[in-house]
């Protein structure tokens, strides 16, 4: 059974930056292609970036792209999403989760694994 446990999110004015961290243990989805999901008030779960098992190629939604950085350490077993220049239409519960199936890192149907969320709040 994988384990998902987020950290790193908090409450920042615009402009700021926040590091979130994955922590996966157990199964063998721990190490392998992940995703960053959000879901804001009153709003559907959105995917935000996805990263493959070996870290070589990442995928971003157009609305954090250029802003957000999705990276992995292997060794420790821990997904990354390095937020920069924040938004106040980034505040929401940010998900990792562990991609089980084939098909698009954007579809959360494809993503087995999920963690309790974090959540980010970004002020004027």
């Known amino acids: 059974q994988v384990q998902l446990v987020e950290s790193g999110g908090g409450l920042v004015q615009a402009g700021d930056s926040l590091r979130l961290s994955c922590a996966a243990s157990g199964g063998t989805f721990s190490n392998g292609p992940m995703g960053w999901f959000r879901q804001a008030p009153g709003k559907e779960r959105e995917f935000v970036a996805g990263?493959?098992?070996?870290?070589?190629?990442?995928y971003y939604s157009d609305s954090v792209k250029g802003r957000f950085t999705i990276s992995r350490d292997s060794a420790k077993n821990t997904v990354y999403l390095q937020m920069n220049t924040l938004k106040p239409e980034d505040t929401a519960v940010y998900y990792c989760a562990a991609k089980s199936h084939a098909g698009t890192y954007w579809n959360e149907e494809n993503y087995e694994y999920w963690g309790q969320g974090t959540q980010v709040s970004v002020t004027v």
């Open positions: 990263i493959t098992w070996s870290g070589d190629f990442t």
